[in-house]
């Protein structure tokens, strides 16, 4: 029998030391430390979408057919080979290498984590505590990335091998708290055969869901855009706030502050099951939009306040709309499917990234 609070302790665990990365939260000041163009490293972040979005599915299939546990080891295995990357590359070829590795990283432990999280609680028979845990989750995510930003400073004092060191370490933590998870098997659910049979299997019954479930496409497409709105917000804010007279001082506790709005939004969404799904998206995108409008006008406290508030609404969203896609999807093909809503918010955020540039421009 799982012991789900040390399951979901174990999870929640992961997710704050594997967003607690100072070098990774400095990676492109790092770069630039070292002597890297912005064009050398517009061409690394480049190159870790193009890796993503190639790696998304299969990464998710893989997930479903060997088990989720061996997924998220092989997460913080991809971390770690990623940081050695980096300590020892003195390329570009080297460097874009280590980033590719990164995406894996990123592939492996999305969708697997919260499939794994959900049957975790379907087995135990707490099912309906999931909304609980993917605000706690998303919350202690958010609190951690922001702390790491300020550590950000500290990564470029130390150095970048120090600071990777430090990275690995934290790593290496997280791939011993992932060897101590219990896979979970939701029987009824799953496919018999060869290994090649179950990868053709899942692959073929993730599409037909697809096909014959187009609620689910409409759920994935409209939380992405949602999620694309909040997302280029942010990216757009952190390059106009210190164009627009924002002290230098400032810009870290800026970036601290409205970085906790996603915690906030998260917690909030434990508190809003009384509310239908459809009615919170549309409050959410309403709030969206405003806050878009917000971050247009000239001046820094409106921006930031944008920025805070446009985490709240995106990351409450968020956290409702991951509920309602684990309650519509097979268990078998769950962290497939959850890979297949990752790769719609990389489809819409392609088509708007080149829009937002342009607007704010």
Same mark, same amino acid.
């Given at each position: 029998?799982?012991?789900? @609070?040390? #399951?979901?302790?174990?999870?929640?665990?992961?997710?704050?030391? %594997?967003?607690?990365?100072?070098?990774?939260?400095?990676?492109?000041?790092?770069?630039? /430390?070292?002597?890297? %163009?912005?064009?050398?490293?517009?061409?690394?972040?480049? $190159?870790?979408?193009?890796? =993503?979005?190639?790696?998304?599915?299969?990464?998710?299939?893989?997930?479903?057919?060997?088990?989720?546990?061996?997924?998220?080891?092989?997460? /913080? +295995?991809?971390?770690?080979?990623?940081?050695?990357?980096?300590?020892?590359?003195?390329?570009?070829?080297?460097?874009?290498?280590?980033?590719?590795?990164?995406?894996?990283?990123?592939?492996?432990?999305?969708?697997?984590?919260?499939?794994?999280?959900?049957?975790?609680?379907?087995?135990?028979?707490?099912?309906?505590? &999931?909304?609980?845990?993917?605000?706690?989750?998303?919350?202690? &995510?958010?609190?951690?990335?922001?702390?790491?930003?300020?550590?950000?400073?500290?990564?470029?004092?130390?150095?970048?091998?120090?600071? &990777?060191?430090?990275?690995?370490?934290?790593?290496?933590?997280?791939?011993?708290?992932?060897?101590?998870?219990?896979?979970?098997?939701?029987?009824?659910? #799953?496919?018999?055969?060869?290994? =090649? #049979?179950?990868?053709?299997?899942?692959?073929?019954?993730?599409?037909?869901?697809?096909? %014959?479930?187009? @609620?689910?496409?409409?759920?994935?497409?409209?939380?992405?855009? *949602?999620?694309?709105? /909040?997302?280029?917000?942010?990216?757009?804010?952190?390059?106009?706030?210190?164009?627009?007279?924002?002290?230098?001082?400032?810009?870290?506790?800026?970036?601290?502050?409205?970085?906790?709005?996603?915690? $906030?939004?998260?917690?909030?969404?434990?508190?809003?099951?009384?509310?239908? &799904?459809?009615?919170?998206?549309?409050? +959410?995108?309403?709030?969206?939009?405003?806050?878009?409008?917000?971050?247009?006008?000239?001046?820094?406290?409106?921006?930031?306040?944008?920025?805070?508030?446009?985490?709240?609404?995106?990351?409450?969203?968020? $956290?409702?709309?991951?509920?309602?896609?684990?309650? /519509?999807?097979?268990?078998? #093909?769950?962290?497939?499917?959850?890979?297949? =809503?990752?790769?719609?918010?990389?489809? $819409?955020?392609?088509?708007?990234?080149?829009?937002?540039?342009? *607007?704010?421009?």
């Amino acid at each position: 029998m799982i012991n789900i @609070k040390k #399951q979901i302790y174990s999870i929640l665990t992961i997710s704050v030391l %594997s967003r607690f990365l100072i070098a990774g939260s400095a990676w492109v000041a790092l770069l630039s /430390q070292r002597g890297f %163009s912005m064009v050398e490293i517009g061409i690394v972040e480049s $190159v870790f979408h193009v890796a =993503s979005f190639c790696f998304e599915i299969p990464s998710g299939i893989i997930s479903d057919v060997f088990g989720r546990k061996k997924s998220m080891i092989l997460s /913080q +295995c991809m971390f770690i080979l990623s940081a050695v990357l980096m300590i020892f590359s003195e390329s570009l070829w080297g460097i874009c290498l280590s980033i590719v590795f990164d995406a894996f990283g990123y592939n492996f432990s999305s969708g697997s984590r919260e499939a794994l999280a959900y049957d975790s609680l379907k087995v135990s028979g707490h099912e309906d505590r &999931y909304r609980d845990f993917a605000s706690t989750d998303l919350s202690v &995510y958010r609190i951690s990335n922001a702390a790491s930003l300020l550590c950000a400073g500290l990564a470029l004092i130390l150095g970048y091998r120090t600071a &990777y060191i430090i990275d690995i370490i934290v790593l290496s933590v997280c791939l011993m708290v992932s060897s101590g998870l219990k896979e979970v098997s939701v029987e009824d659910d #799953q496919f018999e055969g060869t290994i =090649s #049979q179950r990868l053709i299997d899942t692959t073929k019954e993730s599409i037909l869901f697809l096909v %014959s479930n187009r @609620k689910s496409i409409g759920t994935m497409l409209f939380n992405s855009l *949602i999620g694309a709105f /909040q997302t280029l917000i942010l990216f757009f804010l952190q390059a106009r706030l210190p164009l627009c007279g924002l002290d230098d001082r400032l810009f870290g506790p800026a970036l601290f502050f409205m970085t906790l709005g996603g915690a $906030v939004g998260a917690k909030l969404a434990s508190k809003t099951e009384h509310i239908t &799904y459809r009615k919170t998206g549309y409050i +959410c995108a309403v709030i969206t939009l405003i806050c878009f409008g917000m971050s247009l006008i000239v001046f820094p406290p409106v921006m930031i306040l944008a920025g805070f508030t446009v985490n709240i609404a995106g990351d409450l969203f968020y $956290v409702c709309t991951d509920e309602e896609l684990n309650r /519509q999807f097979p268990s078998s #093909q769950r962290a497939t499917l959850v890979s297949v =809503s990752s790769l719609c918010f990389s489809v $819409v955020m392609m088509i708007m990234s080149p829009l937002f540039g342009f *607007i704010f421009s």
